[in-house]
């Protein structure tokens, strides 16, 4: 009865490969985030997506390209992977259409490691 | 621009201490606010939320947060810490599409 899923959970990886991370939803939410947990534990959203459509890129570079077949799903592509991605990777969700309750349910993390 | 200060980023405390942890925000439009915890490992999990009415909101755990208009405040207490309240704790507002997280205090307790 996961309510937000992500795989895998841990990915190590060397620089210079391309992965992905994937993430699904099943709280018939309408909008989804990806968030970068740094080793401070900083969290910075990176994209947001309402009703598969992109509407929050937070300057992330080009080599992160997001995906979203349908509203329950958002994916995660990186390709040329650095160093500095080493990070845990939360997808989260929400509803964002007139409803009171509109806080947002996180995914377990996806703990990327690049060697 | 939208922001959240969370002025605390370490608290050490013994079990039975109380705690206040303080958040302050920016934004200029309708609030809505939430405390989540981050047990060590996990994820981030809703503590409490304020979104309109009474300003002091109680949350899961004995946590409860009082929201202060004229202070943009939105600082989180609890009366009496336990060990298993060992976390990270974030402070966030949504604005529109988007929430804005504070830096997060880690919270050592101490048995």
């Known amino acids: 009865d996961t309510a937000v899923s992500q795989t895998p959970k841990y990915l190590v990886t060397q620089m210079g490969n391309d992965k992905s991370i994937k993430c699904e939803q099943n709280?018939?939410?309408?909008?989804m985030y990806w968030y970068k947990q740094d080793s401070k534990k900083f969290l910075k959203i990176m994209f947001s997506?309402?009703?598969?459509?992109?509407?929050i890129n937070e300057t992330v570079p080009n080599r992160f390209s997001p995906k979203s077949p349908d509203k329950a799903h958002l994916n995660l592509h990186i390709n040329s992977l650095e160093l500095g991605d080493s990070a845990v990777y939360f997808c989260?969700?929400?509803?964002?259409?007139?409803?009171?309750?509109?806080?947002?349910?996180f995914g377990p993390g996806t703990r990327l490691t690049v060697l | 621009a939208q922001s959240v200060s969370q002025h605390n980023h370490h608290v050490i405390l013994s079990e039975a201490a109380s705690l206040e942890l303080g958040c302050n925000y920016s934004?200029?439009?309708?609030?809505?606010l939430f405390w989540y915890v981050q047990y060590p490992g996990q994820h981030l999990q809703l503590l409490l939320k304020?979104?309109?009415?009474?300003?002091l909101v109680k949350g899961i755990k004995g946590f409860e947060a009082e929201f202060i208009k004229s202070k943009f405040s939105f600082n989180l207490r609890k009366p009496s810490v336990q060990w298993s309240d060992t976390a990270e704790y974030f402070c966030?507002?949504?604005?529109?599409?988007?929430?804005?997280f504070g830096t997060g205090t880690r919270l050592k307790v101490l048995a």
């Open positions: 997506y309402n009703n598969k459509e992109l509407i």
């Open positions: 934004y200029g439009g309708t609030v809505n």
């Open positions: 304020y979104f309109s009415g009474d300003p």
């Open positions: 989260a969700s929400s509803h964002n259409q007139g409803s009171s309750y509109n806080e947002q349910f």
């Open positions: 709280l018939g939410h309408d909008t």
């Open positions: 966030a507002v949504r604005g529109t599409y988007k929430y804005i």
